[in-house]
């Protein structure tokens, strides 16, 4: 079974520029999810998507930040523009969506590595 | 509001020794669920294992094993006769239902521990 996809797997920009980053989920799995791992820290979630709805972007800068999963499947991660802050692996993961609060596995792709100069 | 501690920022030992990676967390919720991911330096996040918490057996798997204690609220893990392969980030995490959705869940993660196994 094919795993969690991304690209590009490294983008170096000059900051106020635009990026953007690509996920495509495990086949048949409802949920996928966005987050930014800044380094020496844990993954912090960005947005979360349940088919093509969001289900939670509380997290998500969106004065530069946009993302989208239009047909419930693959989704776009977008900077808009970058700054220096922004350099950080960003990770696409999916899993199952499970009614109730029980939590089904997370599994995540390779990430996009961004340095913003 | 969830939180993970992973104390030990970094642990070095030397192959063939048993190390034990902490892992305290803090929740209000009754259910809810624990997972350990590995991060090598390619920098995926590999799943290790998932655990709720009405299940307090704690499990092995070849070389690794986790010690599920919900009166300390700790959930740790250990490796046996470890191996330079071993050598990663290893990252806690705790899930948090979205009450509003009715189902799907939020992780939160600890800031990892950094293992070195060297020869």
């Known amino acids: 079974e094919a795993g969690v996809a991304q690209s590009p797997r490294y983008k170096i920009i000059e900051k106020r520029q635009s990026v953007a980053f690509w996920c495509n989920p495990i086949s048949g799995h409802a949920t996928l999810y966005w987050y930014q791992q800044i380094l020496g820290q844990g993954p912090k979630l960005l947005i979360q998507?349940?088919?093509?709805?969001?289900?939670?972007d509380s997290q998500l800068p969106k004065d530069r930040f946009s993302a989208e999963r239009l047909k419930g499947v693959d989704s776009t991660l977008k900077i808009q523009p970058a700054k220096l802050e922004d350099s950080a692996v960003y990770l696409c993961?999916?899993?199952?969506?499970?009614?109730?609060?029980?939590?089904?596995?997370?599994?995540f792709g390779p990430g996009t590595r961004l340095t913003v100069l | 509001a969830q939180k993970v501690t992973q104390a030990q920022t970094e642990i070095s030992v030397v192959e063939k020794e048993d190390v034990t990676l902490d892992c305290v967390y803090e929740t209000r919720d009754t259910t809810y669920y624990l997972f350990w991911y590995k991060q090598p330096p390619s920098g995926e996040l590999v799943f290790l294992i998932r655990?709720?918490?009405?299940?307090?057996q704690n499990e092995i798997s070849g070389r690794y094993s986790w010690n599920f204690q919900k009166s300390t609220s700790s959930f740790n893990f250990t490796i046996t006769a470890s191996q330079v392969v071993d050598s990663a980030v290893y990252f806690c995490a705790l899930s948090e239902p979205y009450i509003l959705t009715g189902g799907g869940n939020k992780l939160t993660f600890g800031t990892g521990t950094q293992l070195k196994v060297e020869l």
């Open positions: 998507f349940q088919n093509n709805g969001v289900v939670d």
């Open positions: 993961a999916s899993s199952s969506w499970r009614a109730g609060g029980a939590a089904d596995t997370q599994y």
């Open positions: 655990r709720n918490s009405f299940d307090e």
